[in-house]
């Protein structure tokens, strides 16, 4: 969080400044505007995780960090191509589902989907995950 306050904090002191020497009205109007789109425009670009669930949709979960009883990180990406990081609260269903697509993806190919609905429910699973062959039958012998 450090690394995100630096820059804003530099970015709205040098803002205050410009307004206090341009003019005092101006600065008392625009400065605490200014310094929200300032804290926007650092916070935004420097890819830091998402909180709460993503929108409703089918996910590849392309990495995962569980912090025991505090939070679940997931790397997705959605239909559109792009990865995004989500910060998801702890449970231990979702943290056992995750991880168990993770496992079973890791050890019969495939890759971890997530499935969430409208209301933050999640569902998870394994795509393109190989199904097992049976191996052909033996002909019965012809009867004489």
């Known amino acids: 969080m450090t690394t995100i306050a630096t820059p804003w904090l530099v970015i709205a002191i040098l803002l205050a400044v410009y307004g206090w020497q341009?003019?005092?009205?101006?600065?008392?109007l625009s400065l605490p505007i200014a310094a929200l789109l300032a804290a926007?425009?650092?916070y935004a670009p420097l890819g830091?995780?998402?909180p709460?669930?993503?929108?409703k949709g089918q996910y590849a979960v392309l990495g995962l960090d569980i912090k025991e009883k505090v939070f679940i990180k997931v790397l997705?990406?959605?239909?559109?191509?792009e990865a995004i990081l989500y910060v998801l609260p702890?449970?231990?269903?979702?943290?056992?589902?995750l991880q168990g697509a993770r496992d079973d993806a890791q050890a019969g190919g495939g890759q971890p989907q997530a499935t969430f609905g409208g209301d933050g429910d999640m569902t998870v699973g394994v795509a393109g995950k190989p199904e097992a062959v049976k191996p052909p039958e033996a002909p019965a012998p012809a009867p004489f």
């Not at 709460?52 to 929108?55: A, C, Q, S, Y």
């Not at 702890?90 to 589902?97: D, G, I, L, P």
């Open 22 to 28: 341009a003019s005092r009205r101006l600065a008392v």
């Open 40 to 42: 926007w425009a650092v």
């Open 48 to 50: 830091q995780p998402r």
């Open 52 to 55: 709460g669930p993503p929108p």
């Open 76 to 81: 997705l990406k959605g239909a559109n191509g």
């Open 90 to 97: 702890y449970s231990n269903k979702k943290a056992s589902e």
